[in-house]
Nanobody, 121 residues
Framework: VQLVESGGGSVQTGGSLRLSCTASGFTFSHRYDIAWFRQAPGKEREGISCIGNGDHSAVYAASVQGRFTISSDDAKNTVYLYMNNLRPDDTGVYYC??????????????WGQGTQVTVSS
């Protein structure tokens, strides 16, 4: 099971980015939910959003609610994270991982390299 994150970059406050999480070795909708995490400099990795397999139900952390949208394209085996109205405290490395949304503190497999998001004021 390997997930590859992409789409990060540098933007100014208020900007937008779309992150992609693409799987190889398993089908997203088959078994696991998929969550996005981020790790800011000097901080613990935190879960920010999760999408359910099959029904595509979504959950969000309070810090991103209303600004970020998670979606899944099963045909492309890809989960997206649309990030709008970005703020400097959104800066960090973003990762995706297989999990179960009912408790996405628990993930499966190893972490990928992530994708860097930098928001300047």
């Amino acid at each position: 099971v390997q997930l590859v994150e992409s789409g990060g970059g540098s933007v100014q406050t208020g900007g937008s980015l779309r992150l992609s999480c693409t799987a190889s070795g398993f089908t997203f909708s088959h078994r696991y939910d998929i969550a996005w995490f981020r790790q800011a400099p000097g901080k613990e990795r935190e879960g920010i959003s999760c999408i359910g397999n099959g029904d595509h139900s979504a959950v969000y952390a309070a810090s991103v609610q209303g600004r970020f949208t998670i979606s899944s394209d099963d045909a492309k085996n890809t989960v997206y994270l649309y990030m709008n109205n970005l703020r400097p405290d959104d800066t960090g490395v973003y990762y995706c991982a297989p999990t179960f949304c009912r408790d996405y503190t628990k993930t499966f497999g190893s972490w990928g390299q992530g994708t860097q998001v930098t928001v300047s004021s």
